[in-house]
DNA sequence: CGTCGGGTTGAGTCCATTCAACTTCGGTGG
DNA sequence: CCACCGAAGTTGAATGGACTCAACCCGACG
């Protein structure tokens, strides 16, 4: 049931059976989300952390004229909110954008992790590590990319990112999400986002219906969108 | 000599002799960089993370067309690439953009940390989280706030970052970094960069003259940035 | 069969960009 | 001492990108 987490961590380094199932003792308390729901709340302050066994889910934060930002999408294999274990309070909520599938991680137990497993407290830094870097590739689309080319390293990155848990079928994958969620995610208005979707179906490359996802040409989507994944440290190497 | 890097640390949590000891042994090997020069280049494998003891850098990336885009503003008591100790590769550059005095960590030493001395492991992964909280505020500002605000709510982050570490005076604060810079940061053209400053200058909330900002008028300019400084994470509690 | 949410398209406005000129100021060399 | 120079800041004008407002299409669903 752990294994899209297995598959995340594993990825980066190996995991040995005690901490495959120091991660399984870890993980209680199975929930489900539907969509539109709050997975977090803003301003909460949980004694636990969450991880996506299936689904999607978003981070987001809303200004005080109703702008949504989303800062970071979740995929299964995902800790939504590891960082609440030291941040303590958060500043922004987590909203399921199709029905989710999560399990637990009490901050009780995190913390007896950190005391006694640090190899397996590095994997789990790492992972908020590398969440760390998607926001810096996010923030370098948000400022210097087309918006073309921003929409096109998005579908790279979650592309990606996808395959490692074993969520991608061929060159297509899921997207559960609206136009106008889209444009949350860009920062653009829907009717600008529609304009940009288009764009790029147009010069070929992808496909996009029924909420999935084609990739039709993915060298001249990496060139659109100059994607390297070297920041999604998808090496296994002694961490 | 390690002052700020205790009251960055210091301010999540109280930090115990022993811990402060550990944290003279992990840090040496003192660099002076000048302004513009690499601190850390993209690509490489550093075996160290570097502290800014004085001086201020950025981390950043280039895109193919030549566009620039800082992902951070890194002030003296941060740690500019602590990550790598984990990630590897730098996916990315750290330049200093003033005169720059730093002090070295091995990522040896790191480990020996994580082996032996999980609250501090726990502070600096706290810090590393701070980053990414500071990201995730750097893409709602880029995606749904107007550029004045944008603007106003870093120089609301940098005043209340550098008041940790005791680098303002009064209400001023020292910013060494040209138009054109911080174009980089807002992910703007200079022309427009410059208009955007004036507007902020016109309102009478800051004045900015000879590389020094000057708070006029701090109520207002929160309200402008909508500024909530949740995300720094500034309360001592046990993490 | 009507309604509703999501997607698409057109038109006009505003924002941000580029290109270009001009100013200010500190530094440097005649 | 001042003339010159270059880097940084400022301003104007024209172009193009992104926004709003509005209408319309379409498929799912009651």
Not at 161 to 190: C, I, W, Y
Request: charged fraction near 20%; charge should be neutral; hydrophobic fraction near 45%.
């Amino acid at each position: 049931m752990l294994e899209s987490l297995f598959l995340n961590l594993g990825q980066h380094d190996s995991l040995s059976d005690d901490e495959q199932s120091l991660l399984g003792n870890l993980m209680t308390g199975e929930r489900s989300f539907a969509a539109g729901q709050d997975i977090v709340a803003s301003g909460s302050r949980p004694a636990y952390s969450t991880l996506i066994l299936d689904g999607l889910a978003a981070r987001y934060k809303v200004l005080a004229d109703g702008g949504r930002q989303f800062t970071s999408l979740q995929i299964p294999g995902d800790f939504v909110d590891l960082y609440a274990f030291l941040l303590k309070t958060m500043d922004h909520g987590v909203i399921a954008l199709s029905p989710c599938r999560v399990i637990l991680a009490d901050h009780s137990k995190l913390r007896s992790i950190t005391e006694r497993a640090p190899h397996l407290t590095r994997l789990l830094w790492l992972d908020t590590l590398i969440d760390g870097a998607i926001h810096r590739e996010w923030i370098v689309a948000m400022g210097r990319r087309s918006k073309v080319s921003h929409l096109a390293h998005l579908f790279c990155e979650l592309f990606v990112r996808l395959q490692v848990v074993k969520r991608t079928n061929g060159m297509s994958f899921h997207l559960p999400v609206s136009q106008a969620e889209l444009a949350d995610v860009l920062g653009l208005s829907v009717v600008h986002m529609n304009r940009v979707i288009s764009a790029l179906r147009n010069s070929g490359v992808i496909a996009w219906a029924n909420h999935t996802v084609t990739i039709l040409d993915w060298q001249k989507l990496q060139q659109i969108a100059e994607f390297d994944p070297t920041y999604l440290s998808m090496t296994r190497e002694p961490r």
